[in-house]
């Protein structure tokens, strides 16, 4: 019993591992300020993302790729092996987080909260200039206040 039970485990890390070799059906999906592994099979040499602005690209070693989401949009994303030659080619799709998150109108002017449990202004493209600008504002002084507060500033 143990001996077929190790045989269909085999068969399970093959079909498993058969799987992260093929090119999924559709786009890459990553949402925007958030990290997605993508892990390929063969040895890596470079990644190429198309914009840079849509997504940032990292290897993480050379079977690890780190992609993060930075506007919405569409790119490509292209791995070269040690001689240059494509290995993965795959459409990158960024889009907004769907969970915790609360947009709120007045006429055309949006904000947007991120709730989980309380709701707290957070940075979403699209919002109005006004809310975007007051939390980015926000947000860049309490960082420039903690790099300070732990030595990281000159003054």
Request: aromatic share 6%; net charge negative; proline share 3%.
């Amino acid at each position: 019993m143990f001996r077929n039970l190790a045989i269909w485990t085999g068969v399970l890390v093959i079909a498993a591992q058969a799987s992260l070799a093929t090119a999924q059906e559709g786009p890459v999906l990553v949402t925007v300020d958030r990290a997605k592994v993508f892990r390929i099979d063969d040895d890596a040499s470079a990644v190429i993302v198309g914009n840079p602005f849509i997504a940032d690209v990292a290897m993480f070693d050379q079977n690890t790729v780190v992609i993060t989401g930075k506007s919405y949009g569409t790119t490509n994303l292209v791995i070269l092996d040690a001689n240059n030659k494509p290995i993965v080619d795959e459409v990158i799709t960024v889009r907004a987080s769907e969970s915790d998150v609360v947009s709120v109108y007045r006429n055309a002017a949006r904000a947007t909260l991120s709730c989980n449990p309380i709701c707290e202004p957070t940075l979403r493209l699209g919002d109005s200039e006004g809310a975007f600008n007051s939390a980015a504002g926000q947000a860049t002084s309490r960082n420039d206040l903690a790099i300070k507060a732990a030595g990281g500033g000159n003054n």
